[in-house]
């Protein structure tokens, strides 16, 4: 009698080992497709120097990411004295998807100095925040005065901060659900 269950209980574990093996081949395995499929995007400063290599000399006002229907697309702004430009460009490939030129009646270029740069105002948002990603960054004007708008994704939230574009002081910071 002995004999029997040591047989049935060897039996039962050489089962209970190999089939725990095939199933962390198998668990491993899915991993792998998992990392095999995941899409890598371009960051913003790729979309950026994309549309800068179209346009040299302008300068920068914007840069927003955004889901759409048809996939990841980067909207960039850039401006020179009276013109606008707005690219669409792909997320995953870098293709521009269109542009579009607007003349203003208007200077559009502000007449201070900036001494704090788009790749710094995000610094400054992604380090007042401390978790997120980055979603939009629009140099704008208020009496005079000019500052980012940062706005940092948090899950179901967004951060805005307003950056001093002359001294990178955070000037506010709010969340939206």
């Known amino acids: 009698m002995r004999i029997k269950q040591k047989v049935v209980l060897g039996i039962v574990g050489i089962f209970m080992l ?29 979309a950026v120097r994309i ?11 914007k840069v927003e990411l955004d889901n759409k229907l048809s996939g990841k697309q980067y909207e960039v ?7 606008e430009k707005d690219f669409i460009i792909d997320a995953l490939t870098g293709e521009i998807l269109s542009f579009e030129t607007d003349k203003s009646q208007e200077s559009l270029l502000p007449n201070v100095s900036i001494n704090i740069s788009f790749e710094d105002a995000v610094k400054i948002a992604m380090e007042e ?18 500052f980012y708008a940062v706005d940092i994704e948090d899950g179901l939230k967004v951060k805005e901060y307003r950056i001093d574009a002359e001294t990178g002081e955070v000037l506010s910071a709010r969340a939206d659900f």
Do not use: C, Y
């Not at 899915?30 to 990392?35: N, P, S, V, W």
């Not at 549309?51 to 006002?61: D, E, F």
């Not at 925040?129 to 000019?146: N, V």
């Open 51 to 61: 549309a800068m290599s179209n346009s040299p000399n302008w300068k920068l006002q």
């Open 129 to 146: 925040s401390k978790t997120g990603e980055f979603k939009k960054i629009e140099l704008e004007r208020k009496k005079g005065h000019l």
């Open 77 to 83: 702004v850039l401006i020179n004295d009276s013109q």
């Open 18 to 46: 190999f089939g725990s093996n095939s199933f962390m081949k198998k668990s491993f395995a899915d991993e792998e497709k998992t990392k095999a499929t995941e899409v890598r995007i371009i960051n913003e400063e790729e």
